[in-house]
């Protein structure tokens, strides 16, 4: 029998066109969840929805910009107006600029990966945090932080690990902040996972598989589902006493 941690809770998952994100969606919806799917791009939200639909369960897909304040509350109005609250969030939404040493980094990147991966994140935590401690049953929230960062750095990722890191951290001054509020606050950080960010430019699938035999204690990339799993665990009740951790999802690689 499937486990239905979620049922008839509404939850948000920011950047759920793709990998992570779409992972994290069907996980919840199919543990009973409405899923409000959001990001810039509308025709793979429409994809996830339909996903989430075929399986039997029920989404709504809002396209919104997170480096936006309007956007970002307009989306919390949404889910809260079509489902009738906002139990879950996950905020999912994040890029990777540069490949390149900091001295060659332009400004365009940096800016883009710090309004994106931080700011994004600040103003959806703002909006979720806001709209869960005006709920009788608060919240739960999870935020998609990275090994890079906190955990590890490697050459040409710096500003992406600068903005990691400062999820990680905003995570948990956030989760001090509103746990007295009923909103529970925590993050996840993969590692290499099995999704574009992953593979190195020209790499195959083959090629990713072959290097992380080499590079990783478990020998391979985590699949999509496993890293959706942690999300789920933090966000539901068999974490009800998990606050401001930052929940390592890497094969080994920063043990």
Known sequence: MTTRRFTDRTALVTGAGSGIGRAVALALAAEGAHVVVAGRARGPLDETAALVEEAGGKALAVSADVTRPADVDALVAAAVGHFGSLDVAVNNAGVFRGGVPVAELSEQ????????????????LRAEVRQMRAQPGGGAIVNIASTFGA?????????YAATKAAVSALTRGAALDHIGDGVRINAVSPGA?????????????????????????????????????AVLYLASDDAASVVGTD?????GQTA
Request: aromatic share 2%.
């Open 151 to 159: 955990h590890k750095r490697s050459p040409g990722a710096a500003a």
């Open 109 to 124: 990147d940096w800016h883009t990966q710090l309004d994106i991966n931080v700011t994004g994140v600040f103003l959806a």
């Open 247 to 251: 929940l390592v999802v890497d094969g």
């Open 193 to 229: 996972t099995a999704t574009s960010m992953s593979l190195r430019p020209g790499e195959t699938e083959a090629g990713r598989a072959e290097r992380m035999r080499g590079e990783t204690p478990l020998g391979r990339v985590s699949a999509v589902a496993e890293v959706a799993a």
